[in-house]
Antibody, heavy 117, light 106 residues
Framework: QVQLVQSGAEVKKPGASVRVSCRASGYTFTTYGITWVRQAPGRGLEWMGWISPYSGDRSDAQNFQGRVTMTTDTSTSTAYMELRSLGSDDTAIYFC??????????WGQGTLVTVSS | DIQMTQSPSSLSASVGDRVTITCRASQGIRNDLGWYQQKPGKAPKRLIYAASSLQSGAPSRFSGSGSGTGFTLTISSLQPEDFAAYYCLQYNSFPRTFGQGTKVEV
């Protein structure tokens, strides 16, 4: 079955960077783009960006442009999201997911990133 | 960017109630819309895709309708496990955008 397994919780200082991984299994990794979504405490879902493991095409939300880098490693079926220049408002749970316009929709378990001095 | 305006932000309901949540897109998105349920501490789960298609495994009391700019999620008879947050997501164009969410409470 399809699984997306994310890396563990992180605690970072303001100004630092964090890299979250998302290891996929149960399907051909290049078939679906990887989407990153985050949720700050008590807040709604925020779409961060998308990357195609097949072509490398990507799209970032304007809020994160210049601060986020999404990559994929097809040899290990793993996607990565790096967020730089962290501030306290980046404290959130970060999710990876795959979906299509049809019935496919799978999510990772989420990774808590805490930014604190 | 396409803005998704979701309402209400919260609602109070009882088991057995019919519940309706709406999303309005700032421009036409055909039927490229999904509805998600999220419970505290968990990843979202999609209930509806393509505006009105029921996701495999989702209960049939959930239904979606709409096209273009106006969309609705309906829960025909609210069950105890349905108390959660609900979000719409447009996937017509990049960047994708979520509605602000609706918290369904007792």
């Amino acid at each position: 079955q399809v699984q997306l397994v994310q890396s563990g919780a992180e605690v970072k200082k303001p100004g630092a960077s964090v890299r979250v991984s998302c290891r996929a299994s149960g399907y051909t990794f290049t078939t679906y783009g990887i989407t990153w979504v985050r949720q700050a405490p008590g807040r709604g879902l925020e779409w961060m960006g998308w990357i195609s493991p097949y072509s490398g095409d990507r799209s970032d939300a304007q809020n994160f442009q210049g601060r986020v880098t999404m990559t994929t490693d097809t040899s290990t079926s793993t996607a990565y999201m790096e967020l730089r220049s962290l501030g306290s408002d980046d404290t959130a749970i970060y999710f990876c997911s795959i979906s299509d316009g049809g019935s496919v929709d799978h999510w990772g378990q989420g990774t808590l990133v805490t930014v604190s001095s | 960017d396409i803005q998704m305006t979701q309402s209400p932000s919260s609602l109070s309901a009882s088991v057995g109630d019919r519940v309706t949540i709406t999303c309005r897109a700032s421009q036409g998105i055909r039927n490229d819309l999904g509805w998600y349920q999220q419970k505290p501490g968990k990843a979202p789960k999609r209930l509806i895709y393509a505006a009105s298609s029921l996701q495999s495994g989702a209960p049939s009391r959930f239904s979606g309708s709409g096209s273009g700019t106006g969309f609705t999620l309906t829960i025909s008879s609210l069950q105890p496990e349905d108390f959660a947050a609900y979000y719409c997501l447009q996937y017509n164009s990049f960047p994708r955008t979520f509605g602000q969410g609706t918290k369904v409470e007792v």
